[in-house]
């Protein structure tokens, strides 16, 4: 019997930091050849229509036939490393700069040109025809359809689709993909959101899909192409409505990995630089995306603007990476506590000067001193009583590997971005309680922070 795969993903968009299984078998070799091994060439393409070449192929694997004759292999460690997290905006603007960005900030679209990726599996055999040959290549060559990766993970009660022997994430059966009213972005987050204006934050879904390349397929039957055209911003004031905008996602069909997903800056401060206001009377606005048909297709979420708190507590925005690869965004408003723990290094400085013509006493030097100071600044953050659904929205913070305190949007960038919207955090809270109403009557969590970075002062 050839070089058979017996095993795949079942479907061709998958997590990348989710298992990726395959299984491939050769009878023949193993019964009649020595030292046998499974190869398995896996190339980057960047897109379907590219070639596998030795240009592309970025790892080999190799493992022996296990008791059944059969080799199996999850290749996930190698594909992870080939996404990685959007960080900075691409084909975006801010503010209407072309200059380099941070994702949160963009006005309008961008593509995710680190995100996403094509891979290829190319499995071969190699054996020797005696127990002391040589091993070479048996010339068998047989490739896996181009597959697509995104830069998420699964969690471990994720219900697996079975199909024959191959397993995968049903994407679409979880309402992941853009093709219906019940449609979501890639987010958990609540259909009702709230935000001041001058927040900054972005949605990210994934688009341009068609079933025959990515097994789901973006927009509704009626759709003349599979991608998402525009974003309508219905702003309304309390119990009416004032005007609609739409954000225009020009995204022709493509095979490139970088236009598979796309992001939208869809909060107060990122539509008042693409707009140049809110409309007046504007209390809250609906967000939801259309295919070229006209037709709805992600649930409608609403953001509601808030004020400042009534009893001045300083509000901290955080936005950090869910399991979809893409950020959440969550402003605390309530009471924080801002805490500055130093390090210092220490040394017993002499009271007078010993190398001169006679001994001199100085009272500003002597004793202890310290001559390097590093510290370090921790805040403590407090949601508002939030509801169960927003509770849970908030378990992935204490889950994500990156998380950002996104600072207040200002009219005046003259002095310069670096640093200033921006700034890294680690999440030093290991732990969330899921709270509920019946439990808890009122929920609310606390969370605690520590600036990523060291101020180290100047050494004496």
Not at 10 to 38: G, M, N, Q, R
Not at 207 to 223: M, P
Not at 319 to 333: L, R, S
Not at 394 to 401: F, K, N, R
């Amino acid at each position: 019997m050839a070089l058979t795969i017996i095993q795949k993903p079942e479907f061709k968009l998958l997590p990348a930091s989710a298992p990726i299984y395959y299984t491939v078998s050769d009878t023949t070799a193993v019964a009649t050849k020595f030292k046998v091994k499974y190869v398995a060439d896996i190339h980057i393409l960047g897109s379907s229509s590219n070639s596998i070449s030795a240009n592309n192929l970025v790892n080999t694997v190799k493992v022996s036939p296990n008791a059944n004759g059969v080799g199996i292999m999850d290749i996930k460690s190698i594909l992870s490393s080939q996404v990685d997290t959007l960080r900075v905006g691409s084909g975006s603007t801010f503010k209407g700069s072309t200059d380099s960005h941070s994702i949160h900030l963009i006005d309008d679209v961008s593509d995710d040109d680190t995100g996403m990726n094509w891979y290829v599996v190319n499995f071969k055999v190699e054996y020797s025809d005696t127990a002391g040959g040589v091993v070479s290549d048996s010339g068998q060559s047989l490739a896996d359809d181009p597959r697509l990766i995104y830069n998420g993970y699964l969690f471990n009660n994720d219900v697996i689709a079975q199909v024959g022997l191959d397993y995968g994430y049903n994407l679409d059966a979880y309402n992941m993909i853009l093709n219906d009213a019940d449609a979501k972005f890639l987010s958990d987050m609540p259909t009702q959101l709230y935000a001041r204006t001058t927040d900054y934050g972005t949605i990210g879904f994934f688009d341009n899909l068609s079933t025959a390349n990515e097994s789901f397929n973006i927009g509704t039957i009626n759709a003349t192409v599979d991608t998402v055209t525009s974003i309508k911003i219905g702003f309304k004031g309390d119990g009416i409505s004032i005007s609609d905008a739409y954000l225009t996602i020009n995204n022709n069909n493509s095979n490139n990995r970088n236009l598979k997903r796309t992001f939208v800056g869809v909060y107060p401060a990122n539509l008042i630089n693409e707009l140049g206001s809110l409309p007046s009377g504007t209390t809250n606005y609906n967000i939801q995306a259309l295919d070229d048909s006209g037709q709805f297709i992600s649930r409608e979420y609403n953001i509601r603007l808030i004020e400042k708190d009534c009893k001045g507590f300083e509000g901290i925005r955080l936005a950090w990476i869910n399991k979809y690869g893409v950020f959440d965004y969550y402003t605390f408003n309530k009471k924080s506590i801002r805490t500055i723990n130093s390090k210092r290094q220490n040394y017993t400085q002499h009271s007078g000067t010993w190398n001169s013509t006679s001994y001199f006493m100085n009272g500003s030097i002597g004793g202890q001193r310290s001559f390097n100071v590093s510290s370090k600044e921790s805040i403590t953050i407090n949601t508002d009583y939030i509801t169960e659904e927003e509770g849970i929205y908030l378990e992935q913070l204490v889950m994500s590997p990156e998380v950002y305190i996104i600072h207040e949007n200002e009219a005046n960038d003259s002095t310069g971005l670096v640093n200033k919207y921006v700034e890294p955090v680690l999440l030093t809270s290991d732990s969330i309680t899921r709270k509920t109403r019946a439990n808890d009557k009122l929920i609310q969590h606390t969370f605690t922070l520590e600036k990523s970075k060291n101020t180290n002062t100047q050494r004496i």
